[in-house]
């Protein structure tokens, strides 16, 4: 099964034809865009994805959060995070910083996003992450980041992307942000900003704005894998690997400790696209 | 792959005509069970991911209903074509290339056709 989606996966990936507008028209566009589709929809409650455009869901939603059920594993979070001594990694002991994330490293050349530096932290510290199950995505790994992401609420999200080398990151992650991928041959767009709105069977599709400010998330079908706290937890390249398995495409997954250079880029279009609105990490979502 | 499904059209139109007062349980009938059972298997065709038709189950909707489908698709052969590679009619459209990408089998592909044709 794995080796005919991967297969599969190398046929089906068009490259798609983006105009390379700059980074703060794109923006505005997918704004208008929005604003156009949904004329009733304040723009600062894009933050909260599909509870935004559905009134029958976000009473649901609101009834969750009213014990939030991520509050156990952010306060496990808190203590790996003074456990692992990760504050003298960052800029500001590690606190409230998730709003710049992810940024260009002009000393690298590579762009940064706020998991990359926590496992190289983690690994400077001299921390087994084997030994200690610290993966990227979930678990205890994912609670860390999702309480240096609690520690940014109500920040807004302010990525940069300068001239050069950064922006032929952010271009990379817009093409693969169009480009129809996967058996299904479906591309992000597709499905959240010409589709947002839609249900495809039960499923409401949320808009692209907004996506990120949520995330590391907290999902209940994800909870339900396991007994710990930790379980909800979910960063967004995990997400990413979710939609593209729905697709059938093949999910990119970290190597050696890294995570794929794809998946960085298309964060870093990604998260360009919610900014302007406000860190309300971690998110409950189903 | 387009010969076996008109046969058995052809064949099981010969049997009404031969026999009105016959029910027909023809091979067509049969085609349109499977037609129907595979477009609603998940796995499968999962239609109703996108498209409501009479007796649908919670579908979504991101694309027009299948109705009157004999109607507007004389051609059987048209409307087979359609669902075997979509892309053809609109290169951006999200329904997927069950054909082309080999989602379903050609046989699968002609129970569909079947069925849809029935809406």
Redesign the interface.
């Known amino acids: 099964m794995k080796k005919l989606i991967i297969a599969?996966a190398a046929?089906?990936i068009a490259a798609p034809t983006v105009s390379q507008a700059s980074p703060q028209s794109d923006l505005n566009k997918m704004k208008r865009h929005f604003a156009k589709k949904f004329p009733g929809v304040k723009y600062q409650d894009y933050a909260n994805g599909i509870y935004a455009i559905s009134k029958s869901r976000r009473i649901e939603w609101e009834s969750m959060e009213e014990f939030p059920p991520y509050e156990p594993g952010v306060e496990i979070g808190k203590s790996l995070f003074k456990k692992y001594k990760v504050g003298k990694c960052f800029k500001n002991g590690g606190i409230g910083i998730k709003q710049n994330y992810p940024y260009y490293d002009g000393k690298s050349g590579k762009v940064r996003t706020l998991e990359g530096d926590l496992m190289a932290c983690l690994k400077r510290n001299g921390i087994n992450t084997k030994n200690e199950k610290l993966q990227f995505g979930k678990g205890k790994f994912a609670a860390i980041a999702a309480y240096m992401a609690f520690t940014s609420r109500d920040k807004t999200t302010k990525v940069k992307v300068p001239k050069g080398k950064a922006r032929r990151i952010y271009n990379k992650g817009k093409n693969f942000f169009y480009a129809k991928r996967g058996?299904?041959?479906?591309s992000c767009a597709?499905?959240h900003v010409?589709?947002a709105g839609?249900?495809?069977?039960?499923?409401l599709l949320s808009p692209v704005l907004g996506q990120t400010t949520h995330f590391p998330v907290y999902r209940k079908k994800w909870e339900a894998t396991g007994t710990s706290p930790l379980h909800g937890f979910g960063t967004i390249q995990r997400r990413y690997s979710g939609c593209n398995k729905m697709v059938r495409a093949k999910p990119l997954k970290p190597k050696g400790g890294k995570q794929n250079q794809s998946y960085v880029a298309l964060e870093y279009f990604h998260t360009y696209m919610s900014n302007g609105l406000k860190i309300n990490a971690p998110g409950v979502r189903q | 792959m387009q010969k076996p499904a008109k046969l058995i059209f052809a064949a099981s139109a010969i049997a009404v005509l031969l026999s009105a007062t016959l029910v027909p349980v023809s091979a067509s009938a049969a085609s349109v069970e499977e037609g129907k059972k595979i477009a609603q298997d998940r796995k499968k065709g999962n239609c109703t991911a996108c498209h409501a038709y009479e007796g649908a189950n919670m579908p979504g909707n991101a694309a027009p209903p299948l109705v009157a489908m004999k109607a507007r698709y004389p051609d059987k052969a048209k409307l087979r074509a359609h669902i075997f590679d979509p892309t053809k009619a609109n290169p951006n459209t999200i329904m997927p290339p069950y054909g082309k990408h080999g989602i379903l089998s050609d046989k699968e592909i002609d129970a569909i056709t079947e069925w849809v044709h029935t809406l």
């Open positions: 599969i046929l089906a058996q299904l041959n479906f597709d499905c010409y589709n839609v249900t495809l069977r039960t499923n």
